[in-house]
């Protein structure tokens, strides 16, 4: 059954990453389209979190099934955040300021979770924005932030469903819930202050110094 159970949700994989690629090639993709899938994503392993909680019934396996599940809606949301951010700068395109979400509650909520970094990101956002090759320090961006982005990528639903897998397999779904919870969560952790050092260098590099004249100015 463990193997059965691999094998679907392969398939679901599969079919997830389809979907935005076909909302993105006919032009309907939209803020309510990504909601929807990230919020089916979160009810597909929901789903699972409560299907593995009922096999043992126990209260300490649905408190784990609870806090592995809230722990995964905050990584995963994260991540999303960072990879939407990553392949945006890398374009050039730098945001003015963090962006205030809209459309209704749950949108507004998906949204804000997703970019609760973009306040924190804001300095590199700046920096971005006033270089006089935009295109070209994204791309430097992109070879130094590639790195915490592949390792975050551990977040993705492919290494959820193997772990899954394997803890059911060896017959003890608990295995996976601390696996969420306590591994990975270190690397969503490690991950953003990764990323955001790596911002911070750039910020430092590219700010012109200011003249000894300005300085005494300010200083005065």
């Known amino acids: 059954m463990a193997l059965v159970g691999l094998a679907?949700?392969?398939?679901?994989?599969?079919?997830?990453?389809?979907?935005?690629?076909?909302?993105?090639?006919?032009?309907t993709a939209s803020p309510l389209g990504r909601m929807l899938d990230g919020l089916c994503d979160h009810g597909v392993f929901a789903l699972i979190y409560i299907s593995l909680a009922l096999t043992i019934d126990t209260p300490e396996a649905w408190i784990l099934a609870v806090a592995a599940g809230a722990a995964h809606a905050v990584q995963s949301n994260m991540y999303e955040g960072e990879r939407s951010r990553f392949h945006r700068r890398i374009r050039g395109v730098a945001l003015d300021a963090?962006?205030?979400?809209?459309?209704?509650?749950?949108?507004?909520?998906?949204?804000?979770?997703?970019?609760?970094?973009d306040r924190i990101a804001m300095p590199f956002e700046h920096t971005l924005g006033q270089a006089s090759d935009p295109?070209?320090?994204?791309?430097?961006?992109?070879?130094?932030?590639?790195?915490?982005?592949?390792?975050?990528?551990?977040?993705?639903?492919?290494?959820?469903?193997?772990?899954?897998?394997?803890a059911c397999?060896?017959?003890?779904?608990?295995?996976?819930?601390?696996?969420e919870i306590v591994p990975l969560t270190l690397v969503a952790i490690v991950g953003l202050v990764w990323h955001r050092r790596v911002e911070r260098a750039f910020v430092r590099n590219t700010t012109p110094p200011r003249s000894k004249t300005a300085s005494r100015m300010h200083l005065s």
Do not use: C, E
């Open 8 to 27: 679907l949700s392969i398939g679901w994989l599969i079919a997830d990453g389809l979907d935005g690629m076909v909302a993105r090639a006919t032009k």
């Open 98 to 117: 963090p962006p205030v979400p809209t459309g209704n509650a749950l949108v507004r909520f998906y949204d804000g979770v997703a970019g609760s970094i």
């Open 135 to 166: 295109v070209a320090l994204g791309q430097s961006y992109a070879a130094r932030a590639v790195a915490p982005l592949r390792f975050m990528a551990l977040l993705t639903a492919n290494v959820r469903v193997w772990a899954i897998f394997v």
């Open 169 to 179: 397999f060896a017959g003890n779904p608990r295995i996976f819930w601390w696996f």
